[in-house]
């Protein structure tokens, strides 16, 4: 079991930037595959970005990709999520998720999830 708390979120103005942070409470952080999922109002949960236990290996939606990036510290048990160009498309609330399994492709991610998640965290991006 793991416990993941965001923090970051905010208001911003399209084309700014916000770091979300998630810190996970599990001394075993490294062996979680972690993600980023968010939802928007009305809409469902969508898969943002995912990054393997190493760390060498991340995947991205074609929606943020070039402009999001996914990041993890070991020694913090983190895991950041940077972004930048923000549009007022990406307002939502963003969720922090870790799975047990291997790294796998990020079609799986959408359409299964991750095991554990976050309570997360709002990201207003005003035009």
């Known amino acids: 079991q793991v416990q993941l708390v965001e923090s970051g979120g905010g208001l911003v103005q399209a084309g700014g930037s916000l770091r979300l942070s998630c810190v996970a409470s599990?001394?075993?952080?490294?062996?979680?595959?972690m993600g980023w999922f968010r939802q928007a109002p009305g809409k469902e949960r969508e898969f943002v970005t995912a990054?393997?236990?190493?760390?060498?290996?991340?995947s991205y939606a074609d929606s943020v990709k070039g402009r999001f990036t996914i990041s993890r510290d070991t020694a913090k048990n983190t895991v950041y999520l940077q972004m930048s160009t923000l549009k007022p498309e990406d307002t939502a609330v963003y969720y922090c998720a870790a799975d047990r399994s291997p790294y796998s492709t990020s079609d799986n991610y959408r359409a299964r999830g991750m095991d554990y998640w976050g309570k997360g965290t709002l990201v207003t991006v005003s035009s």
């Open positions: 599990a001394s075993t952080f490294s062996s979680y595959v």
């Open positions: 990054i393997s236990r190493s760390g060498k290996i991340t």
